[in-house]
C-alpha cells in the first residue's frame, strides 16, 4: 500500500514563503502523476501543480511565476515552494500521486494573513 505523507504548512504572512513536502512509500512501481491540490474553506478542491506522465510541469494559472513544484531523484518525492504568498491562497494543500491507483495524502494547513 502506498503513502504519501506531506509537512511544510503553517503561518505566514501575505508575500511571504513556504516549502511544502511530500514523500511516497511503500510498494511503487511507477508513478505516472504526482504533484499538489488545494482545498480552500468552501470551495471544491483544484490543481495547484503537478507533473505529468511525459514529464511535464502543469500549473494553476493563479500560481504561475509564484509557485515552483520540484521532484526528487528517486521521483517518489516531490516539493512546492512557494513564493509572494496571497492570502487567497490559503488552503489545506495535499499532494496527490496516481499510480494505476490515485493517492491522496492528508493535507497540510497553509494560512496566509494579511
Known amino acids: 500500500q502506498v503513502r504519501l505523507v506531506e509537512s511544510g504548512g503553517g503561518l505566514v504572512q501575505a508575500g511571504g514563503s513556504l516549502r511544502l513536502s511530500c514523500s511516497a512509500s511503500g510498494t511503487i512501481f511507477r508513478i505516472n502523476l504526482m504533484g499538489w491540490y488545494r482545498q480552500a474553506p468552501g470551495k471544491q478542491r483544484e490543481l495547484v501543480a503537478r507533473?505529468?506522465?511525459?514529464?511535464?510541469?502543469e500549473y494553476a494559472e493563479s500560481v504561475k511565476g509564484r509557485f515552483t513544484i520540484s521532484r526528487g531523484n528517486a521521483k517518489n518525492t516531490v516539493a512546492l515552494q512557494m513564493n509572494s504568498l496571497r492570502p487567497e491562497d490559503t488552503a489545506v494543500y495535499y499532494c496527490?500521486?496516481?499510480?494505476?491507483?490515485?493517492?491522496w495524502g492528508q493535507g497540510t494547513l497553509v494560512t496566509v494573513s494579511s
Open positions: 496527490n500521486a496516481v499510480l494505476g491507483a490515485e493517492v
Open positions: 507533473f505529468t506522465s511525459g514529464g511535464n510541469i
